[in-house]
Every structure is written in C-alpha cells, then in structure tokens.
C-alpha cells in the first residue's frame, strides 16, 4: 500500500483565492511526522509545514496551514490568498518514529496553477 | 549563510559508467540524506549519513553507495548506470539525526543515455 496518497495531479486556483491540496497516508506507527513540501522548476524542495502526530492543534506557517485529521489519516495542506508565486509542484511526505531519522515518504506530487 | 549545495547541477552519462554525485550541507548541519527522484514522482529516500556513518538506506540496489566527509559534506556513488537511473538527485540536510526542517539542494540532474 501507498504510505502517502495524492489524489490531485493538477490543480487550478485563481489569485487571491484559497485552495486545498489533498494528502492522505497509512501508517501504523502511532509516532509520526506529516510534512509539506514546494517544488518549483529549479528542483529545490521548499519546507512548508509540519505536523506532529500527537500535536493536538493544526499547524499553521504564515498563508499555510494543514488541516490534520488523524481518525481519516488525511493532512490536508490549505493555502490562502494564493499567489501568482505559488504555482509549484505541492509534495506531501511522512516520516514514521524517530528511529527513521530523515528517511521520508513522498506522494507524486500536486501540479498547482494560480490564474491571474 | 550558504544552503545546501550540489554538483555537478546537470550531467549526461552513458550506460555502464559511473558517476559522483557531490552534496554540501549547511554549515554545522550533521545529517546529509540522499533522494532520488524520477520525472513525475515525488522523490525516494536513497541513503542518511549522521556523523560519518550510514544510519539509513532506502531500497535501491548495491550499485548505489554514498559516504560522509569529516568536514560532512557527502557523495553519492552510482555504478553500472541504467537508463533508469536517469533523474534528480536531492541532497537534504539537517542540524541533527532527525530534523523537522530539512533543507533540501536543488538537485543534480542526472540523464543516462
């Protein structure tokens, strides 16, 4: 089974509008780390969010922030205010206890086009 | 400050050869993890080098191999290459083992014809 699912290979949003990039993952281990990542062209990926499993609020970072929901295994990532910068490549990935060190699981990615 | 930095950014290598791939981190970071990325998927986890020792590996076969200077910076080996080891190489790292920000290079492209 896939450990991280993206279900959204492309998406459109005007500027100025939210939009909500969908994640959902499997894992049995009860400590975990949820993560977000930009890819724009150049190939650099750019930290985002991070959530915590047992964190109890959603993070937030600025116009980001994840709607966590543990029972639905699903770590949603909402921009606001899009931004024509915004058009990237959107990875979702999880890393499962802290014995994995930085060894991650990356969904296929999100294509996000913010319209002018 | 510098990010992390990777060489060469592009290169085009013939099957069979082999190939370095050469990775900076961030000044004082200990951690160096190594992905591979093939177009149109997200990356997949090679190799983290923690002090000098590998502490993690990915399934990817023996013809891949890596290390980790004393000064920390990193290289990742591929032999006998195969068209499908055509991809972007990322080059991740962090201050400790297990890091919540990590920060990524912007990769070398690799193509194998």
């Known amino acids: 089974a896939q450990k991280i699912t993206q279900t959204q290979p492309g998406m459109f949003v005007q500027e100025k509008e939210a939009v909500t990039l969908d994640c959902t993952y499997d894992?049995?281990?009860?400590?975990?780390?949820l993560f977000w990542y930009k890819q724009p062209s150049s190939g650099e990926m750019i930290f985002l969010i991070y959530q915590g499993s047992y964190d109890q609020q959603n993070a937030t970072e600025g116009r980001y922030s994840l709607n966590f929901q543990k029972a639905r295994k699903s770590a949603n990532l909402v921009i606001s205010a899009s931004q024509l910068g915004d058009s990237a490549m959107y990875f979702c990935?999880?890393?499962?206890?802290?014995?994995?060190?930085?060894?991650?699981?990356f969904g296929t990615g999100t294509s996000l086009t913010v319209i002018p | 400050d510098a990010g992390v930095t990777q060489s060469p950014t592009h290169l085009i290598k013939t099957r069979g050869q082999h190939v370095t791939l050469r990775c900076s981190p961030i000044s004082g970071h200990k951690s160096v993890s190594w992905y591979q990325q093939v177009l149109g998927q997200g990356p997949q986890f090679i190799f983290q080098?923690?002090?000098?020792?590998?502490?993690g590996r990915g399934n990817f076969p023996d013809r891949f191999s890596a290390r980790q200077f004393p000064n920390y910076s990193s290289e990742l080996n591929v032999n006998a290459l195969l068209l499908g080891d055509s991809a972007l190489y990322l080059c991740a790292s962090s201050l400790e083992y297990t890091g919540n920000t990590i920060y990524f290079g912007e990769g070398s492209w690799l193509t194998v014809v």
């Open positions: 990935a999880m890393r499962e206890s802290l014995n994995t060190g930085n060894q991650f699981y």
């Open positions: 894992t049995s281990d009860p400590s975990y780390g």
């Open positions: 080098y923690y002090e000098k020792e590998e502490r």
